[in-house]
């Protein structure tokens, strides 16, 4: 028996390494060596003997590929090195100011590029520990993202094992996406269902992914190209080529069509290329992604923002086409503003079909004369979201019809107003449904009170319910009361009361900033947290008082008067505090730190310092930080390559601080 045991055991491995194998024969490769019989029948062995011995059954045998139970919801992976976007270029004068920039930094002449076409899908990480797939992401806001582990296990070309000589634990990131063939194959089952078409292979890429359900995952013929390497634990690669190299010989999909340049020249004429032959790929591509190919001069380059210094994307030109404009709709947005976008007779642009298209604002369709029932022209610039350009006047009729913005909100029926000098027209109900839900979801994101569980789709769940009329009553929720939604499991109502209740720590100027006022981001809510101390401070200031602050011009100040005048958002921030937000901050009174009162504006690059360090030190001092020069401006600190804000403080005779004089300056008053 024993004996009999062994041997199943020594033919399933055996079955394992075969199917294995010709996964990578058919899926990487692209060169299958056995029929697709002969592949169906190792298939069916080997499921067959893991039926009779469940105890040889393993997470990472190709049996597995068919997708697990489904599940509640997805978990959350923090990313131990933070998944960047790329910045845009869109011709080769950018690109060229791109590499010289590059080249400035790194004070060299010559700096070899790894140019890797850039796949339309949507980007994941898989982290390997010991030989095994052990976690599968996505990017999600850079920082952290939803676990898909069992979802990517359904991927073919994701290998579930690597060989003995990879790293302990590694990071293998790229894209997952759907070939064109096998985007017709998914939309023409939708069809023959009755169930709506993905519009774009990308679309139906992120939906296959992130369904809850790996079954149907296990269904959809996605695809996966990786292109970065991430190692945590082993020796990793000096360069962007040797990493991917590296990646195609441990097993992963890597694109064929990756070239390494050190000419310039070459480089332009490799995208410019692509450009045409792009329609000659099985898949989409929306540009070409750019790399400095020495990792050491990645590391020196660093980031800015969310984007890397030494990657950028050369986008394609936009892609145009014209068709009738059928009508003109309004979408309601968060802080009430009145969003008019383009009802257009269905048209093919760049392999997707367009039905809608964004029209901006009221003045700018009376700027460009748009009327309803114009033949117009759009694109899709940058392969984005497609916009009109303009009519086709020499196709005007005569009967068409000018759009004029509605006198009430078509979603409250609130009246409408246009502040002076905006071009946006906004709703006035403070209880308007179509804002709520974006309100929510900014309410709840990571730079605002961070509450986990809560995504579009359960704020969505939470309006539609009634359970939630205003962000105030998230902290009103109850465990009895949310199990009467449907398909929201105990664990996962768990979870988001713990992140709820967790959220009240969050600093008062997180809880400033996720109030969605408009013109206040994170930075210009740190100011006024900073300058007033706590909530009703700022709820009782006149406008002079918030004008007065620096880096607090008359528009925030006006913004902010007007969102505390309201009756009905000041019932809402009472609601907040009833329920125990952080609304004051704690450390000593703004006014009695050294550099309260003061405003800096940083220009070019510092040695010592990041530029997010620089600013965190002086708003720990009680100085604040601004992005232009202004005669509100009390130092500019110039660094190296020092920009326009340098001319502009000598013209307005502004002091200047070198980087010596500035970190002088923190570390005098740091002392006091």
Not at 128 to 138: L, N, P, Q, S
Not at 512 to 536: C, H, K, P
């Amino acid at each position: 028996m024993q004996q009999d045991l062994m041997s199943v055991k020594v033919r399933v491995e055996e079955l394992r390494q075969a199917i294995n194998y010709h996964n990578y024969r058919y899926h990487v490769l692209d060169s299958p060596e056995i029929s697709d019989g002969e592949y169906d029948n190792l298939m069916r062995e080997l499921l067959a003997l893991e039926a009779q011995h469940p105890e040889l059954a393993s997470p990472d045998s190709p049996t597995q590929r068919v997708g697990a139970r489904p599940l509640d919801s997805f978990g959350v992976v923090l990313h131990a090195v933070p998944m960047l976007s790329l910045g845009n270029v869109f011709s080769a004068e950018a690109l060229l100011a791109w590499l010289k920039r590059i080249k400035s930094l790194v004070g060299r002449e010559e700096v070899a590029l790894i140019a890797e076409p850039k796949i339309d899908g949507l980007a994941v990480s898989l982290t390997y520990a010991e030989g095994r797939f052990v976690t599968g992401a996505t990017r999600g806001d850079g920082f952290q993202g939803e676990d898909i582990t069992q979802n990517l296990r359904t991927v073919r070309a994701v290998p579930l094992t690597v060989p003995s000589w990879a790293p302990r634990r590694f990071e293998a990131r790229g894209e997952v996406f759907l070939s064109k063939a096998g985007f017709a194959k998914v939309n023409e089952e939708r069809l023959a269902q009755g169930q709506p078409l993905f519009a774009n292979p990308r679309n139906a890429a992120a939906g296959s992914v992130r369904q809850l359900d790996p079954r149907i995952t296990a269904r959809r013929p996605l695809d996966v190209f990786l292109y970065h390497l991430v190692v945590h634990d082993g020796e990793a690669p000096a360069s962007q080529r040797e990493a991917l190299e590296m990646l195609a010989k441990m097993g992963f999909k890597v694109n064929p069509e990756n070239a390494r340049f050190e000419d310039v020249e070459a480089l332009l004429k490799h995208c410019r290329e692509w450009e045409t032959r792009r329609e000659s790929l099985d898949y989409e591509i929306d540009g070409i992604v750019i790399k400095v190919d020495d990792v050491t001069l990645q590391h020196e380059l660093g980031e800015v923002g969310r984007e890397p210094r030494w990657a950028v994307a050369f986008k394609f030109p936009p892609t145009q086409a014209t068709t009738r404009l059928l009508d003109i709709g309004i979408n309601v947005g968060r802080t009430g503003s009145l969003n008019p976008y383009a009802i257009l007779e269905p048209v093919r642009l760049a392999g997707v079909t367009i039905k809608l298209a964004s029209l901006h604002n009221e003045q700018d369709i009376q700027r460009k004369d748009i009327r309803i029932g114009d033949t117009v022209l759009i694109q899709r610039a940058g392969e984005v979201i497609p916009q009109v350009v303009g009519p086709v006047l020499s196709k005007r009729t005569g009967g068409e019809r000018i759009f004029r913005l509605p006198d009430h909100c078509p979603v409250c029926g609130a009246p409408v107003v246009r502040p002076q000098g905006e071009a946006m027209a906004r709703c006035t109900g403070v209880s308007c449904p179509a804002q709520l839900c974006e309100l929510l979801k900014h309410f709840v994101s990571r730079p605002a009170m961070d509450i986990k569980g809560i995504g579009e789709a359960m704020c969505v769940t939470l309006q539609e319910a009634g359970l939630v009329h205003d962000v105030g009553d998230l902290y009103t929720l109850k465990a009895e009361t949310l199990a009467t939604l449907d398909n929201v499991g105990e664990k996962t109502i768990q979870n988001m009361l713990e992140s709820i209740d967790e959220s009240k720590q969050r600093p008062f100027p997180r809880v400033l900033f996720a109030l969605g006022i408009r013109y206040v981001g994170e930075q210009t809510a740190a100011v006024l947290a900073q300058a007033f101390g706590n909530m009703d401070r700022l709820r009782d200031a006149s406008e002079e008082e918030l004008i007065t602050v620096p880096g607090i011009g008359p528009k925030v100040a006006a913004s902010v008067h007007s969102f505390f005048a309201s009756e009905g958002n000041r019932q809402v921030v009472e609601k907040l505090r009833a329920a125990g937000l952080q609304f004051s901050n704690h450390n000593e009174e703004t006014s009695a730190l050294p550099l309260a009162g003061l405003e800096f504006v940083l220009t070019g690059r510092l040695q010592a310092l990041t530029r997010p360090q620089a600013e965190a030190r002086i708003r720990s001092l009680g100085g604040t930080t601004g992005d232009n020069v202004t005669r509100k401006t009390s130092y500019v600190v110039v660094g190296t390559d020092p920009g326009s804000k340098l001319r502009k403080a000598q013209a307005l005779g502004i002091k200047q601080l070198t980087e010596e004089e500035f970190l002088s300056l923190l570390d005098g008053t740091e002392g006091h």
